[in-house]
């Protein structure tokens, strides 16, 4: 894994190399993700209804 100023690098494996292959159809020997990216899926923020399907708990 490697970081450059703003960036993540990760070095597939060979057998993440194979699945990449046979899911796409394309070659990747590494994926680059910005910083933001990484965060979105990391993280990753849902939208929030409004008062429509919420969690409200029964007391008592």
Do not use: H
């Not at 680059?32 to 993280?43: A, G, I, N």
Request: hydrophobic share 25%; net charge positive.
């Amino acid at each position: 894994m490697e970081r450059k100023k703003g960036s993540l690098r990760i070095q597939l494996t060979d057998e993440q190399k194979k699945q990449i292959r046979e899911a796409t159809g394309k070659n990747a020997s590494v994926i680059e993700l910005t910083l933001q990216e990484l965060e979105e899926r990391v993280s990753p923020r849902r939208r929030r209804s409004r008062g429509r399907g919420r969690f409200k708990p029964q007391i008592g």
